[in-house]
């Protein structure tokens, strides 16, 4: 058949051409995931990936679009891969979405998986039953995502960055990293690791599971309690297929939705020979986006069409063709209108402007809220990571990709819920306790997309960098509080002359007598927040030494209430 | 006085000259044999080895070779087959220079030393404060074990068991790792630092690198607790890395400033005496470091020089 039909040869050439691509890109994203973690060298960290972790959020237009509207600034380095896929989509259409994206890849695979022939058949006998010049319109359609978009973008407008939450390659990195392959980990563990150390078996399964543990997890593995949230968020988004093949990437995804309207302009266009035309429609009827006009094979909505070309493939007449272009002069290729009504989209607009209080609204303290002031309903022990910049400004910078998250050595960083407000959601919060913040560490801020974490080292961090300093809870820490001996904290501090002194001191020990005991005193004017001696506190439960946001570089002094 | 007459087995008449006669002769070849003999097996076999060696020298490596060799070589504390423990100092996410840790190449050459001797299986690991995986690369132990052929195992609080400390008076029970427990050569390494609960981090401290639990609770009876845990672990063979002590700031560090290069190394059987020797080496007296005395006091070792032959070098 391929013989007598060249175009054909070429077309499935195309194809396999296209599953080849979105494999390499899944299978980088992957390899993001597996090394984007960092190692130790010299007497710092460098990333182990040769290539950027943060890759994909370098070059997504939504978020720089979202973070740059935010911030009223235009993201200083605008990289060149945001520029490359830019040209792509301008050129070739929205093949981002196609060939590249590897959440759509995941999408496909689960379309694959959760929609069977019986359902492509079922779907598409219903679809031919409706009239030719009916137009398909279900409650949610093509259009609702560009509804989102401008939603979203209303809002970063009003200074409120909420397009993390909805970005396709964010959902992904959040999913995977605080989920997938942690819960992974944890089977590796749970299986091989024990099993390795069984009598007879331990012998063939330590080696394997050594391999295993080596080769397919982090070095420095995580834990996250919103693990299951984040699980159900991606495995939502890939759930959706069961309805529609490309259920988000056609119905609510913003950055489709942005790649789509540079689509619509494209020029690689699908063009179809309406002389060979006999408008069987099986074209229309196989599209996974719904790209083409049910009974008007020519019409095709160039915002939705991926360029996968699969309708080319099928097309009994071989009449469709993807050129620059057109091959034939009847060679037609007809837009197919964008059904945005003027109601939706004021719609978006204000409902997107609703949200910016709802997003906003936190509790401050007595003084009011000022510039850089982070809110008050906020503990005290609320802190960022390294390098954050004042509160508001890093709200309106932060795009919840989940990059720093993963490439923090010590798992110290955990998204917010709603702790800082509605608006700081999933955001990253450092959290001592759990993992302390390695002093000589600058990963975090080198793998930010937007530079809400700026960019630091080893040398700036102590004083352009502290997440807080730390303060003794006198009435839990073991030596003030019963008069015995301890000093852990003193002993993990890590800068030198340290921040902690041990001083002898008068106290009550358990039983009410007056002892002398040395006890830990802070030395603020060393401490660098980096949370060690909170991490190691062996009291259980809360520590007795902790570290607080007053003295943190990006707040003003106003916030430690002790004075200038 | 008539000679008494005896008689002797045969029934013959023996009398007292006779005698003397006859045993004389044997007991002064008895005599002469046993004056000469020990002087004739002195000059066939080496001196009595050393029972702990004091060397310093510019190459660490060798200044553990030269110390286990004066104190008997290796073959004295691993047996052919055994399968042996070699504990450095790997606590902390800190650069050789930085004399945190253990030196890499005096932990490469100990688990050398200990395959030569025969020893089928040599493991390296600790219970780190930092992260593990830094501790283990940046202080360069992991790569010098693995060279040499040691098997380096991450810490795994899974494996651990609890067991009892006999004669423990403040903590009863404790959870260890079970290779440190079931090997048949237990060798301590650590690194001579300054600590500032204990005054000094030694041979006694760095047991706490093979326990699990919640270890921060040892420092509130930390000398009581680390002379009592003798009784669980009490290491075959001590050897004090103080190629660098960490003077200043320990036991993390951070600041070559504080790190003295003294190029020592001390190798003993005795680990109340490694501790003690050490102490000197900060100018520091036995009687002001709870731990050394009680364990002394306890029978574990001794912490009297004096009692020691003791070998200098360097």
């Known amino acids: 058949m391929t013989a007598r039909r060249p175009w054909l040869r070429r077309l499935v050439r195309w194809q396999t051409a296209r599953r080849a691509t979105q494999i390499a890109f899944l299978a980088l994203f992957a390899y993001l995931v597996l090394r984007g973690h960092g190692v130790p060298e010299g007497t710092g960290w460098r990333v182990a990936a040769a290539v950027q972790p943060e890759f994909f959020f370098l070059g997504n237009p939504y978020l720089w679009l979202a973070a740059g509207l935010a911030s009223r600034a235009?993201?200083?380095?605008?990289?060149?891969?945001?520029?490359?896929?830019?040209?792509?989509?301008?050129?070739?259409?929205?093949?981002?979405?196609?060939?590249?994206?590897?959440?759509?890849?995941?999408?496909?695979?689960?379309?694959?998986?959760?929609?069977?022939?019986?359902?492509?058949?079922?779907?598409?006998?219903?679809?031919?039953?409706?009239?030719?010049?009916?137009?398909?319109?279900?409650?949610?359609?093509?259009h609702t995502k560009y509804y989102v978009l401008l939603a979203?973008?209303?809002?970063?407008?009003?200074?409120?960055?909420?397009?993390?939450?909805?970005?396709?390659?964010?959902?992904?990195?959040?999913?995977?990293?605080?989920a997938l392959a942690p819960a992974y980990e944890w089977l590796v563990d749970a299986s091989l690791g024990r099993a390795a150390y069984w009598p007879v078996v331990g012998h063939i399964m330590q080696p394997v599971y050594l391999w295993v543990e080596q080769h397919t997890t982090n070095p420095f593995p995580h834990a996250y309690g919103q693990a299951a949230l984040h699980a159900a968020v991606l495995l939502g988004v890939l759930a959706l297929s069961r309805l529609r093949r490309r259920y988000w990437c056609h119905v609510l995804c913003p950055l489709g939705?942005?790649?789509?309207?540079?689509?619509?302009?494209?020029?690689?266009?699908?063009?179809?020979?309406?002389?060979?035309?006999?408008?069987?429609?099986?074209?229309?009827l196989t599209c996974r986006m719904e790209a083409v006009e049910s009974g008007n094979a020519a019409a095709v909505d160039a915002g939705e069409c991926l360029r996968c070309m699969e309708c080319g493939g099928v097309c009994p007449k071989s009449g469709i063709t993807f050129s620059f272009l057109p091959p034939q002069p009847d060679a037609a290729a007809v837009p197919r209108e964008l059904h945005l009504t003027r109601r939706g989209l004021l719609g978006a607009l204000v409902a997107g402007t609703?949200?910016?209080?709802?997003?906003?609204?936190?509790?401050?303290?007595?003084?009011?809220?000022?510039?850089?002031?982070?809110?008050?309903?906020?503990?005290?022990?609320?802190?960022?990571?390294?390098?954050?910049?004042?509160?508001?400004?890093?709200?309106?910078?932060?795009?919840?990709?989940?990059?720093?998250?993963?490439?923090?050595?010590?798992?110290?960083?955990?998204?917010a819920l709603f702790q800082a407000g509605l608006e700081a959601l999933w955001t990253p919060t450092l959290v001592p306790r759990i993992g302390y913040c390695d002093p000589a560490c600058t990963l975090c801020s080198s793998v930010c997309p937007t530079g809400a974490l700026k960019p630091l080292t080893p040398l700036l961090k102590p004083t352009a960098g502290r997440p807080g300093t730390a303060a003794f809870d006198r009435s839990r820490c073991i030596p003030w509080a019963r008069g015995t001996p301890c000093g852990v904290c003193e002993e993990m501090c890590p800068v030198s002359p340290k921040a902690i002194e041990i001083?002898?001191?008068?106290?009550?020990?358990?039983?009410?007598?007056?002892?002398?005991?040395?006890?830990?005193?802070?030395?603020?004017?060393?401490?660098?927040?980096?949370?060690?001696?909170?991490?190691?506190?062996?009291?259980?439960?809360?520590?007795?030494?902790?570290?607080?946001?007053?003295?943190?570089?990006?707040?003003?002094?106003?916030?430690?209430?002790?004075?200038p | 006085m008539t000679c008494q007459k005896k008689h002797d087995r045969s029934g013959r008449f023996v009398t007292r000259r006779e005698f003397l006669q006859r045993t004389g002769a044997g007991s002064a070849a008895l005599a002469a044999w046993a004056t000469v003999a020990p002087l004739a097996r002195a000059a066939e076999m080496p001196a009595r080895p050393a029972d702990m060696a004091v060397i310093k020298g510019d190459d660490p490596a060798a200044n553990v070779r030269a110390a286990i060799e004066a104190i008997g070589g290796m073959k004295q504390f691993v047996k052919k087959g055994d399968v042996v423990v070699v504990k450095p100092n790997i606590g902390w996410d800190r650069t050789p220079e930085q004399a945190a840790n253990t030196n890499p190449q005096v932990v490469g050459e100990l688990v050398a030393l200990a395959f030569a001797a025969g020893a089928?299986?040599?493991?390296?690991?600790?219970?780190?404060?930092?992260?593990?995986?830094?501790?283990?690369?940046?202080?360069?132990?992991?790569k010098a074990a693995v060279d040499a052929g040691a098997t380096v195992l991450p810490f795994d609080a899974k494996r651990c068991r609890n067991v009892s400390i006999p004669g423990g008076e403040f903590l009863k029970e404790w959870p260890v790792f079970v290779d440190a427990l079931e090997c048949d050569a237990y060798i301590n390494v650590p690194v001579a630092k300054v600590h500032g609960l204990s005054k000094l981090t030694l041979g006694l401290k760095n047991v706490m690198g093979v326990i699990g639990g919640n270890r921060g609770q040892w420092h509130q009876n930390i000398n009581v607790i680390l002379a009592d845990f003798l009784a669980v672990l009490k290491p075959k063979l001590t050897v004090i890395d103080a190629y660098r002590m960490l003077m200043a700031n320990g036991p993390s560090g951070g600041n070559v400033a504080d790190v003295r290069l003294a190029k020592t190394c001390i190798a003993t059987a005795d680990p109340v005496a490694a501790d003690a020797r050490a102490a000197a080496l900060f100018d520091m007296s036995v009687e002001s470091l709870g731990f050394i005395t009680r364990a002394?006091?306890?029978?574990?070792?001794?912490a009297d020089l004096s009692r020691l032959k003791v070998v200098e070098k360097g």
């Not at chain 1, 509790?363 to 802190?383: I, N, Q, Y």
């Not at chain 2, 040599?122 to 992991?142: L, W």
């Open chain 1, 152 to 178: 979203v973008l209303a809002m970063a407008a009003f200074g409120v960055n909420t397009a993390g939450w909805l970005d396709p390659l964010a959902i992904l990195t959040r999913g995977t990293l605080f």
């Open chain 1, 257 to 284: 939705a942005l790649y789509g309207l540079m689509s619509r302009v494209a020029l690689l266009r699908r063009r179809v020979n309406k002389a060979a035309c006999n408008d069987c429609s099986v074209c229309a």
């Open chain 1, 354 to 415: 609703a949200c910016v209080p709802l997003a906003r609204l936190k509790p401050f303290s007595r003084m009011g809220e000022e510039e850089g002031l982070a809110p008050l309903g906020l503990d005290a022990h609320f802190l960022r990571p390294p390098g954050a910049l004042p509160e508001t400004d890093f709200l309106r910078l932060c795009v919840r990709c989940g990059e720093c998250f993963g490439i923090c050595p010590q798992n110290a960083l955990h998204p």
């Open chain 2, 296 to 302: 002394a006091r306890k029978g574990f070792g001794t």
């Open chain 2, 120 to 142: 089928s299986k040599v493991k390296v690991f600790d219970n780190t404060c930092n992260n593990p995986r830094a501790c283990y690369m940046r202080s360069g132990i992991e």
């Open chain 1, 503 to 563: 001083r002898v001191v008068r106290v009550h020990n358990a039983e009410g007598e007056m002892v002398d005991v040395p006890a830990p005193v802070m030395r603020l004017d060393r401490c660098i927040g980096c949370g060690l001696c909170e991490n190691k506190c062996p009291v259980e439960g809360q520590s007795a030494v902790r570290v607080n946001r007053a003295g943190a570089s990006r707040e003003t002094a106003a916030v430690t209430g002790y004075g």
């Open chain 1, 74 to 142: 235009m993201l200083e380095a605008t990289p060149w891969i945001l520029f490359f896929f830019l040209l792509l989509t301008l050129v070739f259409g929205r093949v981002f979405c196609g060939w590249i994206c590897p959440l759509g890849t995941c999408i496909d695979g689960a379309g694959r998986l959760l929609r069977p022939h019986r359902l492509e058949v079922k779907a598409a006998r219903e679809r031919r039953q409706r009239t030719a010049a009916a137009v398909i319109k279900p409650a949610l359609g093509g």
